[in-house]
Nanobody, 114 residues
Framework: QVQLVESGGGLVQPGGSLRLSCAASGRLISFYPMAWYRQVPGKVRELVAEITSTGNTNYADSVKGRFTISRDNAPNTIWLQMNSLKPEDTAFYFC????????WGQGTQVTVSS
C-alpha cells in the first residue's frame, strides 16, 4: 500500500510561483508513471501533468508552458513547479499513479488571488 502526502500549496498572487511536492511511502514509485491532478470542490478531478518512469512528460493544455513535473526517485518524490499562476489554477492538488491506483492523499490547496 502506498501512502501519498502532498505539500507546498498556499496563497499566491497571480503571476506567482509555487512548488508542490508529493512524498510516497510504503512502496517505491520509481517504476511507475505518476501524475498530478487537481480538483475544485464540486467539480471532477482533472489531470494536470504526468511523468513516466523514464522521465517523459505530458501536460494539460491549460498548464502547458507554465507547469513542470519532475521526479526524484531517490527520495521517492514527485514535484510540480508552477509558474505564472492564474486564478483558474486555484484548486486542491493531488498526486497519484497514472492512471490513479492508490488511495488519494489529502492534497494541498493552491489559491491564486490578489
Amino acid at each position: 500500500q502506498v501512502q501519498l502526502v502532498e505539500s507546498g500549496g498556499g496563497l499566491v498572487q497571480p503571476g506567482g510561483s509555487l512548488r508542490l511536492s508529493c512524498a510516497a511511502s510504503g512502496r517505491l514509485i520509481s517504476f511507475y508513471p505518476m501524475a498530478w491532478y487537481r480538483q475544485v470542490p464540486g467539480k471532477v478531478r482533472e489531470l494536470v501533468a504526468e511523468i513516466t518512469s523514464t522521465g517523459n512528460t505530458n501536460y494539460a493544455d491549460s498548464v502547458k508552458g507554465r507547469f513542470t513535473i519532475s521526479r526524484d526517485n531517490a527520495p521517492n518524490t514527485i514535484w510540480l513547479q508552477m509558474n505564472s499562476l492564474k486564478p483558474e489554477d486555484t484548486a486542491f492538488y493531488f498526486c497519484n499513479q497514472r492512471p490513479p491506483l492508490h488511495s488519494w492523499g489529502q492534497g494541498t490547496q493552491v489559491t491564486v488571488s490578489s
